[in-house]
């Protein structure tokens, strides 16, 4: 059983929003093309309080309830049937979905059966990373849908570093169109 984590995909981290990611709203078509390729979508969502140490490190984003911290407007929101909120302490990044406070992640996928997770969304080199390193810690068989995710890239080459330290970790790259066409080859 496989399961699609969408991570942030948020007004603030696309671009117009307080802390844009480049081109952070290219995945949004991807990712709403793969969601009726899994059984099961779960997106989580930055959501800070208005004061936390958070904020010492990053211009002040996704507080909770604003619109910056909504889903894009173009994301099939409809399609979620879980969201996980994360960093909502005022001394906790909450980098990992897996940190959400509101619903013990790994707990659900494991009940729920799920083997496979697909990560998809922002920050490749922050949320996406930090996502990914737990869900391998938690020994799910992870992958990174790698047309669905972009960098903040603080520095030049953090995304690519990133991907290559979840691979080493053991994730794999996968793109969109592997994971549709393997879906159409076997309905
Ligand atoms: C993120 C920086 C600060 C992310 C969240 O979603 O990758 N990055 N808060
Ligand atoms: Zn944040």
């Not at 603080?154 to 979840?166: I, W």
Request: contains cysteine; charged residues 20%.
């Amino acid at each position: 059983m496989r399961a699609l984590l969408i991570v942030d995909v948020q007004n603030d981290f696309c671009p117009g929003g307080a802390l844009p990611v480049p081109d952070g709203d290219a995945v949004v078509p991807v990712i709403n093309r793969l969601m009726d390729a899994f059984p099961l979508v779960l997106a989580s969502k930055d959501w800070h309080p208005p004061e936390t140490i958070h904020f010492q490190k990053w211009p002040p984003h996704c507080v909770q309830g604003t619109p910056g911290a909504d889903f894009h407007p173009q994301l099939r929101a409809d399609k979620i049937q879980y969201v996980l909120l994360k960093g909502t302490g005022d001394r906790d990044d909450g980098y990992s979905a897996f940190e959400a406070t509101n619903l013990n992640l790994a707990e659900f996928l494991r009940q729920h059966g799920v083997t496979e997770l697909y990560v998809t969304g922002l920050a490749t080199d922050y949320c996406v990373r930090a996502t990914t390193l737990d869900a391998l810690r938690e020994g799910f068989r992870t992958y990174v849908v790698t047309d669905a995710v972009r960098a903040v890239d603080v520095t030049p080459g953090d995304g690519e570093r990133a991907l290559q330290e979840m691979q080493q970790a053991g994730a794999s790259l996968v793109s969109s169109a592997d994971i549709l066409q393997a879906e159409q080859a076997s309905t």
